[in-house]
């Protein structure tokens, strides 16, 4: 169900950026034009953790009495719970007269349900014709023992997918930092096929750099995503199976919709509450 036109209100998408990687911000400005585009806010702008323009600039940027606040982020965590809300001077799912504005924080897209078909799209894209049902798909992330949440979204996302009847041999969940790790992708995968799909929003450090080292693609840290040849040579052969690895899910172009998703389930859940 579509969201209806807010000509009043704001947009504001939060990322986390990146002083190492010239590509960390870029699929933040494409969710940003492709709302914008719709025409169904006031204003839609990004602000940063890392990068400018930051998250203490956001109420400066902002015309609009009304904002919506989706982080654009994987899972809900030390920074979607503790680093947004302090930087923004949020207190709750909304926040009335904070710079003269009205702010709706909303959750973050990671954990909306409608990722599932985002992942079932990209695992089909990157592996084209081959037999789900000789296949294991892979969703990973980067792992931490900092916040449990961390990994919440990708073992749902594992769960609801191996329930979808979508047919793969099995849906796993691996990470960089904490078992299971991606480095034994092949260990835990029992298929002739692999699809590993990273659950991040750009094709940064991690995704572009880091895995690739750690499924054996690559030997040795590459450099920024924009040149994007770890993605171009598919697949890949190793340890008797066929390793097939795609770009970040937050680099798809319908995560536009998920952003638009996450705030009508705000307004469903908080605005509709409130009394007339």
């Not at 849906?171 to 029992?190: G, I, R, S, T």
Request: aromatic share 8%; hydrophobic share 40%.
């Amino acid at each position: 169900m579509p969201i209806a036109p807010k000509p009043h209100a704001a947009l504001l998408i939060v990322g986390h950026g990146s002083t190492e990687n010239p590509d960390s911000s870029t699929p933040y400005f494409d969710h940003a034009a492709e709302v914008r585009k719709r025409g169904l806010f006031a204003e839609v702008h990004c602000c940063f953790w890392k990068e400018e323009p930051s998250m203490r600039e956001a109420a400066y940027m902002i015309d609009a009495p009304e904002v919506y606040v989706v982080p654009d982020f994987i899972s809900e965590g030390y920074f979607t719970q503790d680093v947004i809300p302090r930087e923004l001077g949020l207190d709750g799912p909304t926040t009335t007269n904070h710079h003269g504005k009205t702010w709706h924080y909303c959750l973050p897209v990671g954990v909306h349900s409608s990722m599932t078909q985002l992942i079932l799209r990209r695992a089909a894209e990157v592996a084209p014709g081959v037999d789900p049902a000789q296949t294991s798909l892979i969703i990973t992330g980067h792992g931490t023992g900092m916040n449990k949440n961390s990994t919440k979204a990708i073992k749902d996302q594992a769960r609801l997918i191996a329930e979808s009847g979508a047919g793969y041999a099995a849906v796993l969940d691996a990470y960089m930092e904490e078992q299971p790790f991606v480095a034994d992708w092949h260990k835990n995968a029992a298929t002739p096929n692999v699809v590993v799909v990273p659950f991040f929003i750009a094709d940064g450090l991690h995704s572009y750099q880091d895995i690739p080292v750690l499924l054996g693609i690559e030997k040795e840290v590459g450099a920024a995503a924009s040149q994007r040849e770890v993605f171009r040579h598919n697949p890949h052969h190793l340890h008797g199976k066929t390793l097939f690895y795609s770009s970040a899910i937050g680099t798809e172009p319908l995560m536009a919709n998920v952003i638009l998703d996450q705030v009508r389930d705000f307004d469903l859940k908080h605005l509709a509450a409130l009394p007339a």
